[in-house]
């Protein structure tokens, strides 16, 4: 099976910051990743799909890069509204998988 | 508009089996997949498995074949997600989610199923 590595596992930055989050498999997956957010108590939401496309109605300031086994997420200004955690999928195949979450929250 | 409705929370006690409906509404229910998400407390996402709303065909992660079974009634547009012999450690948030093939776009609010004595 396709291992999933998502680093860090927590972080806190400031308002305006520039976050980033990576994810990275054990095999290529030919950017089949998505990322998710979760905030606290809610549902988690698609945010990014085939590595680097927005879901519809997700902020601009979120973007996903990467391809083969190294992807990342980046926050590029950090809100509030932005505290939650998020995740990594690859969906290449019929197994899929999530990564183990990233925390972020304001310092 | 797209829509994912799960039962109510459950509180089962070990031993006991347990069946979580998603009932799916705003699209044809047969042109995706729908995948199934746990969350124990406190823990990340887990993929359990999905079932192809079409053919009904399985796919189920390796830590979840055995005690659970994904199943479809199309007649009501409904998938389950049936637990049997539960155990404390199936204490969890169970979510249902459609697949676009870009990932999963929309998700049920969650079941929350408690098993304790």
């Known amino acids: 099976d396709i291992q999933m590595t998502q680093s860090p596992s927590s972080l806190s930055a400031s308002v305006g910051d520039r976050v980033t989050i990576t994810c990275r498999t054990s095999?290529?997956?030919?950017?089949?990743l998505a990322w998710y957010q979760q905030k606290p108590g809610k549902v988690p939401k698609l945010l990014i799909y085939?590595?680097?496309s927005l879901q519809s109605g997700v902020p601009s300031r979120f973007s996903g890069s990467g391809s083969g086994t190294d992807f990342t997420l980046t926050i590029s200004s950090l809100q509030p509204e932005d505290v939650a955690t998020y995740y990594c999928?690859?969906?290449?195949?019929?197994?899929?998988?999530f990564g183990q979450g990233t925390k972020v929250d304001i310092k | 508009q797209v829509q994912l409705v799960q039962s109510g929370s459950e509180l089962k006690k070990p031993g006991a089996s347990v069946k979580v409906s998603c009932k799916a509404s705003g699209y044809t229910f047969t042109d995706y997949t729908l995948n199934w998400v746990r969350q124990a407390p406190g823990q990340g996402l887990e993929w359990m498995g999905w079932i192809n709303t079409r053919s009904g065909n399985r796919m189920y992660a390796q830590v979840f074949r055995g005690r659970f079974v994904f199943s479809l009634d199309t007649s009501v547009t409904t998938a389950y997600l049936q637990i049997s012999s539960l155990q404390a450690e199936d204490t969890a948030v169970y979510y249902c989610?459609?697949?676009?093939?870009?990932?999963?776009?929309?998700w049920g609010q969650g079941t929350l199923v408690t098993v304790s004595s």
């Open positions: 085939s590595a680097s």
């Open positions: 999928q690859k969906y290449d195949s019929a197994l899929q998988t």
């Open positions: 989610a459609r697949q676009s093939g870009y990932g999963l776009d929309y």
């Open positions: 095999q290529g997956i030919n950017n089949y």
